[in-house]
């Protein structure tokens, strides 16, 4: 890996972040997201249901042009995040992580919904009659039996946010150091002549990183599968 | 004690019941679809009924006059499920002691879960789960348990092998069980009041005795179901033929096998199309036990069958004959005859304490 400066590095580093940060902060709202659209009947279902799978849909320019209406520091949350929490989103990591986390969520909806509606709902209801409160339930039987999704949930999600590239580019450009993440990093490279060694670099680092997720994710998914009992 | 008045509009029809059922165990019979689950569920909390208030020993569990809704979680009913729900993701001892370890110790001991509490429920057969189910229902220390066909996923081995347990619960507790089965030899084991479900509504609800004896229910009940439960006593034994001799107000029984200690319980449920009735004291026949008994009823039903019921002493029995021969041999209600039961007959499902 000679090829790899600096710069580079940083790139990994900061695509690392990105990736974990939007993935963990994603994570309980898709559950929440998730569990809502398998489980309960209610008004505006199947609104959340397009909205949560817009970002898969729509191209992901549109995404990082509306994230930064809604987020930039001209945007109306955005201008509120930097007042209360002094959080500021417009071309910083924390809007690329944003934009990862965005591009994600419905990959990790749908994955975490698929194993929540494979968990049979009257192993839900004897656990009320012996006596569990609702949050107990969702606790001990729900969330347990629906571990091997979320798991598959959160690999899709990180994959699919390590290699965001139009949402991110379009929200918060590729500065490096600070949001330039390994795809547009990748993209930055072949725009210059004579980086050949460094692309290549780069893409296999990427390659190794979602390699690594997936086996990760497999062996974690067999071990609890056994634990599970299936 | 459990008082019970449901309605609910459901799909193809509405419930409506009404009844009481006393300490022991209630037996609720009826082919499927007639409302035995969503009765059972709105005991447990699982269904909202539309209208009506369901009480246990006193304590409102539901009314709709007065807006009280307890939750599931807060009912204290045990639910024995059909399809066992055990957690599939925790060993036998955590799901056992999910709702509780009341009583623990003896619950585990009565029901010989001690080898398998370090299993997990994918390891265990049908009978195992159905008997973690039933103790992890009881170590919530249920006010009353709802059991909802826990026997009908089983094979007839299996079934035996639960059996019993079943039947010790009804007598060392005070819990009212509300089980739920369209088998009637199960319901005929171990109920002591049967109520009959028929497209949502009671059909009849009284002491297993007298509901599954009555002529006039043999169409509803099926004629395979009907037939007399009566209780008896283990009179003696006779080793060289391998029989148990049970008495009862009605005179003798010879039948197969060793059936219990001297002077135990035995209730025993007689199929009607298995009793065979003659107007004289038969002679030179292979079956083992005749019954004098006087007629109290002749029901026909559109069928080619005819349903007789019998007084034999203070019990009540049920046979039924063709049409044909119930013409044939005049019988008429008061008429004093004979009743004749073929020993094997008598299966050990239908053999109960």
Known sequence: ?230 | MLEIAVQKRMEDFDLDVMFEAPDGVTAVFGKSGSGKTTLVNAIAGLTRPDAGRIAVHGQVLFDHAARINIPVAKRRVGYVFQDARLFPHMSVQRNLSYGGDHDAARIIDMLGLGALLDRRPAGLSGGERQRVALGRALMCDPQILLMDEPLAALDAARKAEILPYIARLRDETRVPIIYVSHDVSEVARLATTVVVLDAGRVAVAGPVGQVLSRPDLVPLLGTRAAGAVIETRVAGRLLDDDLTELKFSGGRLLMPGHLGALGQALRLRIPAQDVILSREAPKGISALNVLPVTITDIVSGRGPGTAVGLRAGDDQLLARVTRRSAGRMELAVGMQIFAIIKATAVGPKDIGS
């Open chain 1, 1 to 230: 890996m000679g090829a790899l400066g600096p710069n580079e590095w940083a790139a990994i580093f900061l695509s690392l972040r990105v990736a974990l940060v939007a993935v963990i902060c994603a994570l309980p709202f898709a559950i929440s997201v998730a569990y809502l659209l398998a489980r309960k009947q209610f008004f505006g279902r199947q609104l959340l249901n397009v909205a949560v799978h817009l970002p898969l849909v729509m191209p992901p320019v549109v995404t990082g042009y509306l994230l930064l209406v809604v987020f930039g520091s001209q945007g109306p949350v955005g201008r509120a995040l930097e007042q209360v929490l002094g959080l500021s989103l417009a071309f910083r990591w924390t809007g690329a992580a944003l934009a990862a986390a965005i591009m994600a969520f419905p990959l990790m909806v749908r994955a975490i919904r698929l194993g929540l509606e494979a968990i049979d709902p009257g192993l839900e209801d004897a656990a009320a009659t012996l006596g569990a409160s609702r949050w107990r339930v969702f606790g001990t039987v729900t969330l347990p039996l629906a571990l091997p999704s979320i798991l598959a949930g959160v690999v899709l999600g990180f994959a699919k946010a390590l290699g965001e590239f139009g949402a991110t580019i379009t929200f918060v450009a590729a500065i490096p150091g600070q949001t330039q993440t390994i795809p547009s990093a990748i993209y930055g490279l072949l725009q210059v002549p004579n980086s050949g060694p460094a692309v290549v670099s780069l893409v296999t680092v990427s390659i190794i990183l979602a390699m690594g997720a997936l086996l990760l994710s497999e062996w974690l998914a067999q071990r609890m599968a056994r634990k599970v009992g299936r």
